[in-house]
């Protein structure tokens, strides 16, 4: 027969729930009050590529949907459980900002609220009791220093990137599966029962938020030896030990590497050529200057300013350039080491932060060298060591300094981070503050003139490219951009020579070679830009604007059967969100090879896509006469006539569709319109007359 329940010990349980559903409930409202005035950030930088030009998030019920991530060079390329949350959120609010704001922020407190519960149980593995004594009276104590951690952690403005940034729940929905997977394992190993009391549930939950995890950035790869590096730490004596009681486990946690492998391998193994060791970049230069990353990162956990949006592109090439960097980086991975092999909570801190930066910081980029959502994990075990550190510090003295301390670090916190979603809350305002930061970065100069475009000032927008143009000479991307502006501005000899520098530095830049062809066709070079947008419809084949343009200076050549079948790659490839000009001048290629039926199902579509397209209702009207169907023309005539009354020919043509349905008073006063409008216009006057007879014989 069992003990009855001490009335004590049944206080005390009871006790230990409500500690812990009121750190829930400050975990929340916490990270709502940082982030409440983030909802309506507009989205920036890749969030564009990622959500609104992102087709594949608008499959969220067929097979594969979601799942199939697109193919271009975004963030969500080959990260199939980032692409179906942004599915999840198109499928409730379509391209709504606020939605996507409010998944962030639930995912952000989601990780918050098992941080705490992943701390909890670590200090009552072998934080501030050994598990042989755990006691509910230590987890009492347990709570409020988690409770600390995981509010600090929630609210501490270097998450804002993670958080605020859209796109960037890459790194939190990673974060949440990654704190997961881990807490699952430790709750599977019971306080006070040692290894010997495993719940095969959470084992299992363990592997799947792993699995899930490795679906949605690359970074989960360290995530099974993080559990082997907890187990050892917290759990059992050695790497062996641990091995040997669950093999199962360990062996479908590893097993999940063959999930990521092969989602890296479906989308190049490369990021879109940014990373690796074949990127071109020298991983010595890389492996310095994440030297100065990590030392950055270090400072911004305790002094966070000022925080930056993109630090831009730069090398450190000699050692010397950071010294001091290399000494306290170098100096904590020792003190790591010492840990490790000593078994002790600071060594897996320390496993932890290195090891999450690990894939990030060892494999060469050639874009990122410093960003702070790379820390949205690793600051977890910063602000852990911190605090325990400072409560055993402090506590000798006072036990409400203590309090006051973290109070006002807190408050502090997060009044920063509420400050910090003010920059976001334009991509002007973003790119500004970012340039305020780092002058020098072409790139944010670049990003800064595309905001200009989007909001219609022109001026600063050039100024914005030609600065960043002059900081980085080699941008193609720049170049062809500004290009496109100077063409949309009449000023097309600049532009072509803006196109083909583009093209000097990247000869396989479709996107360059589209546009010049463009700027070639509106310049009358039929020759030249046929040669470039054939080029670009062979570097880019799934690049519908390339077939579309290209089908343009086909048509122009008279080429009309080529045109069309550039015309209707171009549809198939955009089904659904095809421009109306696309199936316009695919209409009338099928009119020159007479295909008139399948031009009549072009002019529709492009009337359904834009109804009020007047060209499109005439050559719809024109092809419907030419068919017989005078009746069905007559509508899409009025409607060009009430675009442009003064259309000669569609007068004409509309009073030669009522001549031709008998409604002879209505085919005469088109007639006579058109003669008022031109006189001599061949074959009216003759017309009319006709019509006139007509009327007389009755």
């Known amino acids: 027969m069992s003990a009855p329940v001490q009335p004590l010990t049944r206080a005390r349980d009871h006790a230990s729930s409500r500690a812990k559903l009121w750190a829930a409930l400050t975990i929340c409202a916490a990270a709502l009050v940082a982030y409440h005035n983030s909802f309506h950030g507009p989205f920036v930088f890749d969030d564009a590529s990622s959500i609104e030009t992102n087709l594949t998030i608008r499959q969220l019920w067929s097979l594969p949907g979601a799942l199939a991530t697109p193919t271009t060079n975004v963030t969500a390329q080959g990260r199939p459980m980032l692409n179906l949350s942004l599915a999840l959120n198109y499928a409730v609010g379509g391209t709504s900002v606020v939605g996507y704001h409010v998944g962030n922020l639930l995912i952000h407190t989601l990780a918050g609220l098992t941080l705490f519960g992943l701390l909890r149980r670590t200090l009552l593995l072998g934080g501030l009791a050994a598990p042989a004594t755990t006691t509910t009276a230590t987890a009492l104590g347990a709570t409020p220093v988690a409770l600390a951690i995981a509010v600090l952690w929630v609210v501490h403005p270097l998450q804002t990137e993670s958080v605020t940034y859209i796109i960037q729940r890459a790194e939190s929905l990673l974060g949440l599966f990654y704190l997961l997977t881990v807490y699952c394992f430790a709750r599977a190993v019971k306080p006070g029962a040692g290894s010997d009391a495993p719940a095969r549930g959470w084992l299992v939950l363990s592997v799947v938020a792993c699995a899930l995890g490795m679906a949605t950035k690359e970074v989960m790869a360290t995530a099974p030896l993080m559990v082997l590096f907890y187990d050892r730490t917290f759990v059992a004596p050695t790497f062996g030990a641990a091995l040997r009681r669950r093999p199962g486990f360990y062996a479908a946690l590893f097993g999940t590497w063959l999930l990521l492998g092969w989602l890296i391998a479906q989308g190049g193994g490369n990021r879109g050529g940014s990373v690796g060791f074949g990127a071109g970049v020298e991983p010595w230069a890389y492996w310095l200057t994440q030297l100065k990353a990590m030392a950055v990162y270090l400072r911004l956990t305790f002094w966070p300013a000022p925080l930056v949006f993109e630090y831009g592109t730069f090398w450190i090439e000699r050692a010397g350039e950071i010294v001091f960097d290399a000494l306290l980086v170098l100096g904590l991975l020792a003190v790591t080491l010492r840990g490790l092999v000593r078994r002790t909570a600071l060594g897996f801190a320390g496993a932890w932060f290195f090891g999450i930066l690990a894939p990030t910081s060892l494999a060469p980029g050639t874009t990122q060298m410093i960003v702070e959502h790379r820390m949205y994990l690793p600051l977890a075990v910063v602000l852990a060591v911190a605090v325990v550190a400072g409560r055993r510090l402090l506590a000798a003295r006072s036990v409400w300094l203590g309090r006051v301390v973290i109070a006002t670090a807190v408050v502090v916190a997060l009044t920063l981070t509420v400050r910090r979603n003010v920059d976001y809350r334009t991509d002007i305002a973003l790119w500004t503050d970012t340039i305020v930061k780092r002058p020098h970065n072409p790139l944010a100069h670049y990003m800064l003139a595309g905001a200009y475009e989007r909001a219609g000032d022109v001026p600063r927008a050039l100024a914005s490219y030609e600065e960043a143009l002059r900081l980085k000479p080699a941008f193609s991307v720049g170049h062809e951009n500004y290009g496109q502006l100077l063409l949309k501005q009449g000023r097309r000899s600049e532009a072509i020579a803006s196109f083909e520098r583009a093209l000097r530095l990247q ?108 060209v499109a209702h005439y050559n719809l009207a024109n092809a419907l006469a030419m068919s017989g169907q005078q009746a069905a023309a007559v509508p899409h005539y009025e409607a060009a006539l009430r675009a442009n009354p003064a259309n000669v020919e569609a007068r004409h043509n509309l009073g030669s569709a009522f001549f031709e349905l008998g409604r002879l008073p209505e085919a005469a006063q088109q007639y006579e319109e058109a003669l008022r409008l031109k006189s001599d216009i061949e074959g009216t006057r003759e017309a009319l007359e006709q019509v006139r007879a007509r009327m007389r014989g009755r």
């Open 507 to 614: 000869p396989e830049y479709a996107d360059a070679h589209a546009n010049l062809g463009n700027a070639l066709l509106a310049d009358g070079q039929y020759g030249n830009a046929e040669l470039h947008l054939a080029e670009a419809v062979r570097l880019a084949p799934m690049y519908p604007e390339a077939h579309y343009n290209y089908g343009n200076v086909l048509a122009a050549f008279g080429r009309h059967a080529e045109a069309a079948a550039q015309y209707e790659t171009a549809v198939k490839l955009k089904p659904g969100a095809a421009v109306a000009e696309i199936h316009y001048n695919f209409g009338n290629s099928l009119v020159a090879l007479r295909r008139v039926p399948e031009a009549i199902v072009q002019f529709r579509a492009a009337l359904e896509v834009r109804s009020d397209y007047p």
